[in-house]
Structures are given as C-alpha cells and as structure tokens.
C-alpha cells in the first residue's frame, strides 16, 4: 500500500517503537509498518539490551532510525527517550509486536484531527489467535482496571462505534508531541503496565480526550502471547506499577465502568428477553463485586431471588468448572441464573452443566461489562 499520501495533515509525524529483543519478530512488524503508513513519517526504534547481541539490528529503509542502548531500559524509559528524538509534532506509540494492515493509520490521524477536543487515540487491538477484542478502550471501578469488551469478536455489534474513554492502551496510541511532554511523558514510577492508563488521566486534566476508534484495528500479540516479556521477565513489576497509578490517580478517576454497563447491558436488553427474577451467582474474584452486581441489577431492572458469593480462590481464571462451585441439584432449578465472572471465557468449557440446567434462560455478565446468554458462551468459546 506504498500508494498511500498523507495530505491528511501538514504535521510533521513520527512513530515510536521500544524494542528489547526478537529481531525476527521486530522485522516482520516493521515491513507491515512501512506497507501501511505514509513514506514522509518517520520511525524511531529504541533498542535497548544489556545483551549486545540483540541490538546488533539494522533496517533498510531511510524511514527508519535505530537508536541503540546497551542497557535494559523498561518501557516508561524507552518511551520517553523515544519521543525526545523524534521530530514529529503528532507521535504514535507502537509496541514491537503489533501487526497492522490497511488504512488503520490514516483512521487514527483523521479521529485525533476531528476535533481540537482530542488529545489521544487508539484502534481496535485484536488477540491474534482467534480474532477476539483485547483492548478497545479501559475503564475503572472502585478498585480495579477493566477492558470492556474484551473477549468478544472484533465485529460485534457494540464494537462497531468509536468511544469517549479515560483511557487507551498504549501498545497503539497517536497523541501530540507538545501535550506528551506538557504531562511529563509517561510516567517512569510505572515502568511496565498503567502508565498509558496514567497518559489518558493526565491529559483529561489538561482539559483534552481520549478516544478508541472502531475502524483502526490492529493485532497486538501482547497478553494473548505465553511469551510475553511482562509476564516471564518482568511480572514482579506489575504491582508495583499498579499501586504507583491508583496512589497517584485515584481521586480522578471517574468509575466508568458503571457507564459500559448501563449501555452494553442496554443493548443486551434490546435483542433479548428478560425474566423479571434471578439467581445471581457471584463467581468474581474482584473485591468490589458489589459495586458492579448493584449496577446490574440496575440496568436490566431486574429483581434477585438471592445472591451466592463463591471463592473461586483466583484472579481471572482461564477456566471454571461450574459443577466445582455450584451444588449439582441447582442444575434442576428452574429459575433463571446470572453467573457474574472475570472474564465470560472462562465458562466456555462446562458442556455438560449446559446440557443439564433446566432452565436455559441463563445469563452470564463479566467484570468488563460483557453480557451474553450460554448458548452465546457455547457458540462462541467452544
């Protein structure tokens, strides 16, 4: 897609890639790159190992920039270094494990343009293994970070509008250079996960949005990769970057949770017919779960028979057998059941607890805002 111009905006545009190791990876990621966005914006990879080996890179494109650090530098650091070297005025920051295609950067450019309100946009990150959403958008409750609408087909119904948010992952984000340095850069007490939380609070303090658009869409193998380098190096960082955000932003964050809530379940309302009782089965780890049943209970304007609080013993599990938690004669009630999760994925795999409920009117609600039906869950995960 060489053929692509960029009278789109007369900024000067630069790309920002932090880059530890995986070369091949680094390579391949780059030729899609180049493939999608315009030739006169500039790429600036920060190569940073305390092995050598790993930075010994080089790319043949006059596009691209290749700064190399022989120290290991996370990605707050790497980030901000970045940005100092690159002359755009509109920068763009990209994981090195990000597949693009498309139009996905002109999407971006002419969503942050639209409006002087904009300060920060993002696309539609995508899990590569099986074309689910990982990321459109964070939103916050009382005590924890959400992804709503992860987990669902990258086309589904609700996914397909561009979204006001506090927040965006940073694994793709398009901001200004000005307002990047204006907010101080990401935060550097937050070396690998929630800085890009923080970016999009800091720069709601300065009076400006954050917006996910719909039409971007990108393959992030991130969290949907074993692999990844958060989770096998450096996994001893995520609270301390966790606590670093919430000492830091608690007092302005707005828990925006409640309001994909009221809209995801109000489309659901929409397409599906409710029962007017439920049995509401708490199977989250989360610690304010009330806050988000309270929210529930409101938006489908339902009444609850009870509420059974179950330790499932784990934080977002990938599977949960329901015969496990749930006593095996609620299999013969005929009461309709909500099962309030982490994530809806996680009940995939319970063909025999389906085949066996009474009652097939049965809901199931995560933390980031998901509602489907088990025939949903059964046509979609199994």
Known sequence: MRYINNNLSDYKQSIIIPYHKNKELLYYVLK???????????????????????????????????????????????????????????ITMFDQDVFCFGTWYQILLNKLLSSNKIGAVSPKLINPTNNRIIDFGIAYSPQNILHPMRGLPFNHPIALSDRKVMSACGAVMMTYKDLYEKVG???????YICCDCDYGIQIMK????????????????????????????????????????????????????????????????KTHKLEKRYYLYNLSSLNDSDFFVKNIQKVLGIVFYDIYVINIGNRNPTQLQIYE????SHLDIREPFIYFVDSFTSLGNNAIWWNLRKCKNDIIIDVNGNFLTQKEIQDLVL
């Not at 938690?325 to 095996?328: A, E, G, Q, S, T």
């Open 325 to 328: 938690f749930l006593p095996m």
């Open 32 to 90: 899609l790159l180049l493939n999608t966005i315009p030739d006169n914006v500039e790429v600036i990879i920060i190569a940073n190992n305390t092995d050598k080996s790993q930075i010994q890179i080089e790319y043949p494109s006059s596009q691209v920039t290749i700064h190399k650090i022989a120290n290991s530098m996370l990605y707050s650091e790497a980030m901000n270094l970045g940005v100092s070297y690159a002359s755009g005025d509109i």
């Open 206 to 269: 300065k009076g400006y949005e954050t917006w996910v658009v719909a039409d971007s869409f990108i393959y992030h193998k991130g969290s949907s990769s074993t692999n990844n380098i958060k989770n096998t190096e450096y996994s001893y960082l995520r609270g301390d970057s966790k606590a670093m955000f919430f000492a830091k932003d608690y007092n302005f964050l707005e828990y925006d949770i409640k309001d994909f809530i009221s809209y995801s379940g109000g489309e659901f309302k």
């Open 185 to 191: 850069g990401m935060d550097k007490t937050m070396p």
